[in-house]
């Protein structure tokens, strides 16, 4: 069975300060998607990347950048130099990649607070 | 292009009664799936359908169900419903042999 664990249930940083938040996922399928999502208090679930599990580069997209690891079932992603708008809750999610089955396994989530 | 939407936004209910939600996908999306959110059990999946048919369920009660219409559209029922529904109901949407979702802003429902 699949699982996301995201061990940090909160996270508090002080503006400009870089802050890692960690997943660790759980799957038997050699071919598997890991996404992060954003979900800010209005409550809508912002897509932010999907990773295949064939490919491990990791990503950088402005402030943002993600570390994937296969050795440790690791997905984690950063924030460098967080601005207030980046607090929010984070999830880590799974997509296993047989067949028709395109379910997200979701991690418990992490909320970040930035404070200026 | 406009994103998921979901209607109506909040609902309140009671214990018994029962409740309709309605998900328009992104255009072209033919995959729509639902989930629920609560405080004690996170993000959990209810179902998916594409091209109407139900192509994934959850571990959810028979209570919970759904439908797709052909122009994508998708509601989900929920019968008899029970304090412990109360949740935030988001649906998503795919493009076919995509697994990216794009995610709707939610319907709170609030059982009484």
């Known amino acids: 069975a699949q699982k996301v664990t995201q061990a940090q249930t909160e996270i508090s940083v002080v503006e400009k300060e870089d802050v890692t938040l960690d997943c660790v996922y759980e799957?038997?399928?050699?071919?598997?998607?890991l996404f992060w999502y954003k979900q800010p208090p209005s409550g809508e679930l912002v897509f932010l990347i999907r990773r295949n599990s064939f490919d491990e580069q990791n990503e950088i997209s402005g402030r943002y950048s993600w570390n994937f690891q296969k050795s440790t079932s690791s997905f984690n992603f950063t924030i460098t130099a967080s601005q207030v708008v980046d607090s929010a809750v984070y999830f880590c999610a799974l997509s296993e990649g047989g067949g028709s089955n395109y379910k997200l396994t979701f991690g418990k989530g992490t909320l970040l607070t930035v404070n200026p | 292009k406009a994103g998921v939407t979901q209607t109506p936004r909040y609902l309140i209910k009671t214990r018994g009664q029962q409740v309709t939600l309605s998900c328009s996908p992104i255009?072209?999306?033919?995959?729509v799936s639902w989930y629920q959110q609560t405080p004690g059990q996170g993000l959990q999946f209810l179902f998916e359908y594409f091209s109407e048919t139900q192509r994934n369920k959850g571990n959810f009660p028979g209570r919970f169900s759904g439908r797709q219409f052909s122009n994508s559209r998708s509601e989900m029922n929920v019968s008899t419903l029970e304090l412990g529904d109360s949740a935030l109901y988001l649906c998503a949407s795919r493009t076919g042999g995509v697994h990216e979702q794009f995610f709707g802003p939610g319907t709170r429902l609030t059982v009484l």
């Open positions: 255009s072209g999306h033919r995959s």
């Open positions: 799957t038997r399928d050699t071919t598997y998607y």
